[in-house]
């Protein structure tokens, strides 16, 4: 079982993070007893408010891809900043940047989608250099914005492993005032004892499925959390594509929920 | 001086291309006498038609970012495609797509842009693994547009070198009927002759500027043309921002067009 923050609860862990943002989550998972993301990518307003009001009570990160919304205008965010004070959750735009740092900073401040403005979290990935975080980090930490690194991806033949996954955590451990996490399948390094801590959202995560015909692979709770110590699972298409979103919320809920406990040896 | 394709002329190299696209901008370089491309970073809808209008006529490819236009409406992309047909240039929006193909696939597609319904090219990052290209190609192929792919950046500390420019150049031969070539920083591969022949257009081109604060590199045109074989150069704010951005486009179709006929022999 990997590093010891991984046996620490949520909560304890809080102390260790220099970024506002990852603090409040963690105890919100917590309070909530949930490490569960919904992944919505649903392409009306009225689906993704109606998921995000749905689900809201049994997750702590609401994940959307703002810009695949055929009708999207301005009261989208504004719904959506509603709806998470409502549930208690946050919400993560799921933009995985990928540009240098003057293109970046206008993308996340300015455009028809005005991301930092109403996304508590979002991604990018590292490869442009570490220029990328500095032009995010000048737009959302005065607006206590909090921004995941993209170490690893879930998608078949991707680039983003070894020598990449590992510059991609020393970018971060540079940056713990903006970046207090990752999107990655596994807790990083898995050679040595961690130096700092960091939050690990896991998407690709299904208990039923294994892939789809576009190269993504899944994994179980039990994988993510259990075995390679992440911390938040995110769901897609397994729950907002089931009969029952909301049964199937709770399920994936409680199996997140117990491999934490398990984990944490509370259980 | 890399390759023998490099040393070919645009629309002699045009019959290697398996793409559609590729074959209508090379042949268009050698018509209009030009390999500029500019790079319109500006943020409000007037701006950018003014520039396509006024530059249109020196360039190959007019080179967006939609998403950071403040007052983006639907009647941009039917105004760009109009300046498009009247200057004869190609639309490339610059989206660097870096998700896995479900995803990308309605991000290409739907959304408020419906980038492949206007935009001749566009780009993405390879990370993802190969999921990313087909995704996009269900969307693009049946447009006939054209996918590049970010072998290198130009930033400062990117990780895109090395082993992930050969994987990426690798994908790109297996998908030739769409992606037809790279932002990329010097042709590849660069120690051994080139099997098939791919476009390279290169941006952090700038005859003045060495670098930015958040990381951004410059070189000329002269270095991106003839010292590293590549075909297209990309310039931004050297353009845009100086007091005179007509005489200073002509003074770059002018250079990257010499070194062009130096590299084919023909100056």
């Known amino acids: 079982m990997p590093s010891s923050f991984a046996s620490q609860t949520y909560t304890a862990r809080a102390a260790g993070f220099a970024n506002d943002l ?27 408010l109606q998921l995000a009001d749905l689900l809201g ?3 702590c990160v ?23 004070e409502k549930h208690d959750f946050l919400i993560f735009e799921d933009r995985k940047f990928a540009d240098i740092g003057s293109t970046v900073k206008a993308q996340y401040q300015s455009g028809v989608y005005k991301i930092a403005s109403w996304a508590h979290i979002t991604n990018a990935h590292p490869i442009p250099g570490e220029g990328i975080v500095h032009g995010l980090k000048e737009v959302g930490l005065p607006l206590k914005r909090g921004l995941l690194l993209l170490a690893e991806m879930s998608s078949k033949g991707t680039l983003a ?52 015909s576009l190269g993504q692979q899944y994994r179980s709770p039990e994988q993510v959390v ?8 995110i769901v897609g298409r397994a729950i907002y594509g ?11 809920q409680e199996a997140g929920w117990n491999a934490y406990l398990q984990r944490t040896r509370r259980a």
Chains 1, 2 share one sequence.
């Open 22 to 48: 990852a603090v409040q989550l963690l105890k919100l998972m917590d309070r909530k007893k949930t490490n569960l993301s919904i992944a919505a990518d649903v392409t009306s307003k009225a689906e993704l």
């Open 57 to 59: 009570p049994y997750i």
């Open 62 to 84: 609401f994940k959307t891809h703002i810009d695949i919304l055929d009708d999207y205008d301005s009261s989208v965010p504004e719904a959506l900043t509603a709806l998470a």
């Open 161 to 212: 492993q070894g020598k990449y996954s590992m510059d991609t955590l020393a970018m971060a451990a540079r940056n713990r005032d903006f970046v207090f996490g990752f999107i990655g399948q596994r807790r990083l390094p898995l050679d040595e004892p961690e130096k700092e801590d960091f939050l690990y959202l896991t998407p690709g995560v299904s208990m039923a499925q294994s892939g789809d």
């Open 226 to 233: 259990l075995e390679s110590g992440c911390d938040v699972i």
């Open 242 to 252: 089931a009969a029952d979103p909301v049964a199937e919320a709770k399920k994936y």
